[in-house]
């Protein structure tokens, strides 16, 4: 059984930060590619970060790109999306998923790929 857990959404001002994590337990999370995906009102899932298993190698949403930041602590089993000059469009609820891989660079951008998922956390960016 894994369990994937985020937390640490919340209300921010736009241009504020927010820093999301995410624990797993229940697999070897050193094994595993983790990818945070986000869905607003109305719109589909879309991709926005994703880490490999070594953590040498993340992959970005274009929406995203030089703002936001990927990383994991395998000694922790946490993933973490700092997420800074947040705007109004980031508000959406983002949820964190775990990909099954047998090759340590290798990152996932669809969702397709990721069989375990956590519940979500709301970020909501006001003006």
């Known amino acids: 059984q894994v369990q994937v857990v985020e937390s640490g959404g919340g209300l921010v001002q736009a241009g504020g930060s927010l820093r999301l994590s995410c624990v797993v337990s229940?697999?070897?999370?050193?094994?595993?590619?983790m990818g945070w995906f986000r869905q607003a009102p109305g719109k589909e899932r879309e991709f926005v970060a994703a880490?490999?298993?070594?953590?040498?190698?993340?992959n970005y949403g274009d929406s995203v790109k030089g703002r936001f930041t990927i990383s994991r602590d395998n000694a922790k089993n946490t993933v973490y999306l700092q997420m800074n000059s947040l705007k109004l469009e980031d508000t959406a609820v983002y949820s964190c998923?775990?990909?099954?891989?047998?090759?340590?660079?290798?990152?996932?951008?669809?969702?397709?790929?990721?069989?375990?998922w956590g519940q979500g956390t709301q970020v909501t960016v006001s003006s």
């Open positions: 229940g697999r070897t999370f050193g094994r595993s590619a």
């Open positions: 880490v490999s298993w070594s953590g040498g190698t993340t």
């Open positions: 998923a775990v990909a099954v891989t047998y090759s340590s660079g290798s990152t996932y951008k669809s969702a397709s790929d990721y069989p375990y």
